[in-house]
């Protein structure tokens, strides 16, 4: 059960930094359509993401609470983080994700943090660990950052927060992983959740962490044309896929889902496995693996339409 920030237990655990230097609140954001206060419950974000109220800013803000040591390490290897990897984490506190990241996994990473304080003691804790050269920590605003170098994005905030930065997240390169402490994003359901034993755990009466992960999906509906007038015709949303496969005359429906830039499609009859790529003439979709009576795509390369019909 995650934490309700407005209990008085919650606050006993979070440790307050408020005002700004610059006297301006830290991140305020709530739902619009007239709401103004309210108990930031779960069951609550639940009902007024059905209702399809727009994030924007209006209150609760994010308070420092720390991701316990085991809880960090956990989030760090459902997002199967590597030397090969940048570890973002956004709203960084103390930084104790991007040093462990940095000092366990032999990543790199960047903290953004809006409390000037916490950025100092990040940068102690950065250099006492000895990996002040691979884990920065600035103080900036999680919403004016540029997320597009990182290949994990890791977030310990509230729904709110996490549906606001969602448009953002779902433009990133496909692959990109994200993961969440506790918070979901709304109807774009994780690819990977699980529950980690969290006795460190500051907030919440039951000391358990949800941890999710998502693999950004390449951007694959529309229509996509191979050779022998074979058509793809593919609806999206978020990770999910619904289309249609064949010679326009003769269409079978389709289901398939994307992990990053690999979509795994499956109609009645037969498979196919298919890597997105961005070339310089535009969007294709390789068909690396097929079976069944899909076997006969197997090595074709389609193309994104320019207009709804495949033309050539
Ligand atoms: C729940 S704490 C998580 C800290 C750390 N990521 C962890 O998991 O241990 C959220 C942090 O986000 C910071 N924060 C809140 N709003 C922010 C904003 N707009 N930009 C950057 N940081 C922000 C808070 O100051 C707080 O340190």
């Given at each position: 059960m995650p934490f309700l920030f407005t209990t008085p237990e919650a606050s006993k655990g979070a440790e307050r930094h408020r005002p700004r230097?610059?006297?301006?609140?830290?991140?305020r954001l709530g739902v619009g359509r007239g709401l103004s206060t309210f108990a930031c419950t779960a069951a609550f974000w639940a009902s007024a993401c059905a209702?399809?109220?727009?994030?924007?800013?209006?209150?609760?803000?994010?308070?420092?609470?720390?991701?316990?040591?085991?809880?960090?390490?956990?989030?760090?290897?459902?997002?199967?983080?590597s030397a090969k990897d940048f570890v973002l984490d956004l709203g960084s506190g103390d930084g104790r994700i991007v040093i462990t990241a940095a000092r366990r996994f032999g990543a790199s990473g960047?903290?953004?943090?809006?409390?000037?304080?916490?950025?100092?003691?990040?940068r102690r804790?950065?250099?006492?660990?000895g990996v002040a050269n691979r884990a920065e920590f600035r103080e900036q605003d999680l919403?004016?950052?540029?997320?597009?170098?990182?290949?994990?994005?890791?977030?310990?905030?509230?729904?709110?927060v996490n549906l606001a930065l969602r448009p953002a997240l779902l433009a990133l390169k496909p692959g990109t992983r994200l993961v969440s402490h506790d918070w979901d994003m709304g109807e774009w359901t994780p690819d990977r959740t699980v529950t980690v034993q969290a006795p460190g755990k500051?907030?919440?009466?039951?000391?358990?962490?949800?941890?999710?992960?998502?693999?950004?999906p390449a951007p694959v509906g529309g229509l996509w044309c191979g050779g022998a007038g074979l058509q793809w015709q593919l609806r999206q949303q978020f990770q999910m896929v619904q289309g249609q496969a064949g010679p326009a005359a003769d269409l079978q429906a389709l289901q398939g889902r994307l992990q990053g830039a690999t979509l795994h499609?499956?109609?009645?009859?037969?498979?196919?496995?298919?890597?997105?790529?961005m070339g310089p003439q535009g969007p294709t979709l390789r068909v690396v693996g097929a079976s069944g009576a899909w076997a006969p795509w197997q090595g074709q390369t389609l193309r994104k339409a320019n207009g709804d019909r495949c033309t050539g």
């Amino acid at each position: 059960m995650p934490f309700l920030f407005t209990t008085p237990e919650a606050s006993k655990g979070a440790e307050r930094h408020r005002p700004r230097r610059d006297g301006r609140p830290l991140a305020r954001l709530g739902v619009g359509r007239g709401l103004s206060t309210f108990a930031c419950t779960a069951a609550f974000w639940a009902s007024a993401c059905a209702q399809g109220l727009a994030p924007m800013p209006v209150m609760e803000e994010v308070p420092f609470i720390t991701t316990p040591d085991n809880v960090t390490v956990s989030m760090l290897e459902l997002a199967g983080v590597s030397a090969k990897d940048f570890v973002l984490d956004l709203g960084s506190g103390d930084g104790r994700i991007v040093i462990t990241a940095a000092r366990r996994f032999g990543a790199s990473g960047l903290g953004v943090e809006i409390v000037p304080e916490l950025v100092e003691r990040s940068r102690r804790n950065a250099q006492t660990a000895g990996v002040a050269n691979r884990a920065e920590f600035r103080e900036q605003d999680l919403f004016k950052t540029d997320l597009t170098a990182a290949s994990v994005i890791t977030m310990y905030l509230l729904p709110a927060v996490n549906l606001a930065l969602r448009p953002a997240l779902l433009a990133l390169k496909p692959g990109t992983r994200l993961v969440s402490h506790d918070w979901d994003m709304g109807e774009w359901t994780p690819d990977r959740t699980v529950t980690v034993q969290a006795p460190g755990k500051t907030v919440g009466r039951e000391k358990i962490s949800s941890l999710h992960l998502w693999v950004v999906p390449a951007p694959v509906g529309g229509l996509w044309c191979g050779g022998a007038g074979l058509q793809w015709q593919l609806r999206q949303q978020f990770q999910m896929v619904q289309g249609q496969a064949g010679p326009a005359a003769d269409l079978q429906a389709l289901q398939g889902r994307l992990q990053g830039a690999t979509l795994h499609l499956w109609a009645p009859g037969g498979q196919a496995q298919t890597e997105w790529q961005m070339g310089p003439q535009g969007p294709t979709l390789r068909v690396v693996g097929a079976s069944g009576a899909w076997a006969p795509w197997q090595g074709q390369t389609l193309r994104k339409a320019n207009g709804d019909r495949c033309t050539g």
